[in-house]
């Protein structure tokens, strides 16, 4: 399965994961597992903004089957999830509060509709000192993220689990290191890396006030 996944790509098995602990693998590491009737592969390469580029192989891999691709980052609240049905998109949304709607393909599935019709609002403290503005969405993108994942995959990442929702952290995925045979050596961008962090200032640390509004703090 990988290697008709990433042909022509260098492929060494790691040590495994679970789909709960798995989710967001490190960079050139990708969890996979396959099983009756599903394929299941966790990989950063796959978390993109347009959910419609997903390279072609990758959506033929699919054919005759359902395909989704499911992507958050907590940091920026970023969302971005796709469904195909045999080879052909359905629907794509992706979004944050920084970018706006990023893409938008198709009608809203059942899960959204509470979200799009306001009746799950994003409930946000502003930062300290900064004035309140209202969330620059119509409700969280993670929110709506979760229930995406359990309607879609039927597992969640946070919040309370639901009694049919599927114990992630009892699937085991197999490890595997990828790459481009002719991709950036990786040591080049650990080493860009290292450089864009010692630029940054120290950690900054906050503390949730009687009044709900966060208060900055010394250490830890």
Same mark, same amino acid.
């Given at each position: 399965?990988?290697?008709?996944?990433?042909?022509?790509?260098?492929?060494?098995?790691?040590?495994?994961?679970?789909?709960?602990?798995?989710?967001?693998?490190?960079?050139?590491?990708?969890?996979?597992?396959?099983?009756?009737?599903?394929?299941?592969?966790?990989?950063?390469?796959?978390?993109? /903004?347009? %959910?419609?580029?997903?390279?072609?192989?990758?959506?033929?891999?699919?054919?005759?089957?359902?395909?989704?691709?499911?992507?958050?980052?907590?940091?920026?609240?970023?969302?971005?999830?796709?469904?195909?049905?045999?080879?052909?998109?359905?629907?794509?949304?992706?979004?944050? %509060?920084?970018?706006?709607?990023?893409?938008?393909?198709?009608?809203?599935?059942?899960?959204?509709? @509470?979200?799009?019709?306001?009746?799950?609002?994003? /409930?946000?403290?502003?930062?300290?000192?900064?004035?309140?503005?209202?969330? @620059?969405?119509?409700?969280?993108?993670?929110?709506?993220?979760? /229930?995406?994942?359990?309607?879609?995959?039927?597992?969640?990442?946070?919040?309370?689990?639901?009694?049919?929702?599927?114990?992630?952290?009892?699937?085991?995925?197999?490890?595997?290191?990828?790459?481009?045979?002719?991709?950036?050596?990786?040591?080049?961008?650990?080493?860009?890396?290292?450089?864009?962090?010692?630029?940054?200032? %120290?950690?900054?640390?906050?503390?949730?006030? @009687?009044?709900?509004?966060?208060?900055?703090? /010394?250490?830890?």
């Amino acid at each position: 399965m990988m290697r008709r996944l990433y042909p022509g790509w260098e492929i060494e098995q790691l040590p495994g994961s679970t789909l709960g602990g798995g989710v967001y693998p490190p960079k050139d590491t990708a969890y996979a597992a396959s099983g009756p009737g599903v394929e299941i592969v966790c990989d950063q390469r796959v978390m993109i /903004d347009f %959910p419609s580029q997903l390279p072609e192989h990758l959506v033929a891999a699919s054919a005759g089957r359902r395909l989704v691709l499911h992507a958050m980052h907590s940091v920026v609240d970023w969302l971005a999830f796709a469904v195909w049905e045999d080879g052909r998109l359905v629907r794509s949304l992706s979004l944050s %509060p920084d970018s706006g709607i990023i893409e938008n393909i198709g009608e809203p599935l059942p899960f959204e509709l @509470p979200y799009w019709a306001g009746d799950r609002p994003a /409930d946000i403290a502003p930062w300290p000192d900064e004035d309140e503005e209202p969330y @620059p969405l119509p409700f969280h993108p993670l929110d709506l993220g979760e /229930d995406a994942l359990r309607a879609l995959c039927g597992f969640v990442q946070e919040g309370r689990p639901e009694p049919d929702d599927i114990d992630a952290y009892g699937i085991d995925l197999h490890g595997f290191r990828v790459r481009e045979p002719h991709g950036p050596d990786p040591a080049e961008g650990e080493a860009k890396l290292k450089r864009i962090t010692e630029t940054m200032g %120290p950690p900054r640390f906050y503390a949730l006030g @009687p009044d709900g509004s966060l208060i900055e703090r /010394d250490g830890l």
